[in-house]
Structure formats: structure tokens, C-alpha cells
């Protein structure tokens, strides 16, 4: 006898906790907020939600459109080409710069052509152009 009243009043509290469960409200506020809740709020529309029906995909599956693969594939192949492109660019400026810290390093008496004439470095921009340089490599090329 026992059981059959546990039976009872579980089976009641099963089939009212399932039909509270089907009963969803959607709502946007002012502010653009959307908000989910079992009440509806007062002096506002809101849309039912029905959970226990499952939502219909919108999306389109790849097999439904064969070319999207196709389509990925070339725009991948794009931007590998220009990511190889980009990076012989760096390896080629990189070299550049070692090459030139390499001479302002080992010569004391580097020049530069201003306005058609040469002239030496002095050591204070010798020095500026080294510190320059480093930075440069250690933010392009490391």
C-alpha cells in the first residue's frame, strides 16, 4: 500500500513538473536585451517558446552546396600565397638589416649620401643607427 501512494504521488509530480517545462517566453527590452524566462512579462509581448518541439536548422550544410568546398580551397590557396609572399619579404628586409648592422659595426667610418654629396657618420650617429637597427631586428626578424 505504501508504494502505490509513493507511485501515485511521483507519477503527479512527474506529469506536472513536465507540463510547467513546455512553457517558455522570448522578450527584447528596450535597451535590445533579449531575455528567456517561464513568466511573460506584464505590459509587454513576448514570444511562446515551445522547448519540447525541436528547432528546424537554418543553416546551409555543406552538402547541400558542393562548390563551398571548392570555394575554400581557393581561398585557402589565396592566403598561403600571400602569406609565403609576405614572409620571403621579411626574410629578404631582415637580411638587409643584418647586413647593414654588420657594416656599421665593423666600420668606424661609414658614410651616407645627403643631397648628392657623402659624409661620415659621426660616432653619437654611428652608435643611433646600431641601437636602431637592433631594434628593428629584434622586431621584425626574431
Same mark, same amino acid.
Given at each position: 500500500?505504501?508504494?502505490?501512494? %509513493?507511485?501515485? #504521488? %511521483?507519477?503527479? *509530480? ?6 510547467? #517545462? ?19 512579462? /506584464?505590459?509587454?509581448? *513576448? ?16 552538402? #547541400? +552546396? ?11 590557396? $589565396?592566403? $598561403? $600565397?600571400?602569406?609565403? *609572399?609576405?614572409? *620571403? ?10 647586413? !647593414? %648592422?654588420?657594416?656599421?659595426? !665593423? !666600420?668606424?667610418?661609414?658614410? &651616407?649620401?645627403? !643631397? ?8 653619437? &650617429?654611428?652608435?643611433?643607427?646600431? /641601437?636602431?637597427? +637592433? $631594434? ?7
Amino acid at each position: 500500500m505504501r508504494w502505490m501512494t %509513493l507511485a501515485t #504521488a %511521483l507519477a503527479l *509530480a512527474v506529469g506536472t513538473a513536465t507540463g510547467q #517545462a513546455a512553457q517558455i517566453y522570448k522578450w527584447v527590452d528596450a535597451q535590445g536585451v533579449t531575455h528567456f524566462d517561464a513568466q511573460p512579462p /506584464a505590459g509587454q509581448s *513576448a514570444q511562446e517558446i515551445d522547448i519540447q518541439k525541436p528547432v528546424a536548422p537554418t543553416a546551409v550544410t555543406p552538402a #547541400a +552546396r558542393p562548390d563551398a568546398d571548392q570555394e575554400q580551397q581557393a581561398i585557402d590557396a $589565396k592566403v $598561403k $600565397k600571400q602569406v609565403a *609572399a609576405e614572409e *620571403a619579404r621579411r626574410k629578404e628586409y631582415c637580411d638587409r638589416q643584418r647586413t !647593414n %648592422l654588420a657594416q656599421l659595426q !665593423n !666600420n668606424p667610418r661609414v658614410r &651616407e649620401e645627403v !643631397n648628392g654629396e657623402y659624409r661620415r657618420f659621426t660616432e653619437e &650617429e654611428r652608435q643611433a643607427r646600431i /641601437a636602431e637597427i +637592433r $631594434k628593428s631586428i629584434d622586431d621584425t626578424c626574431n
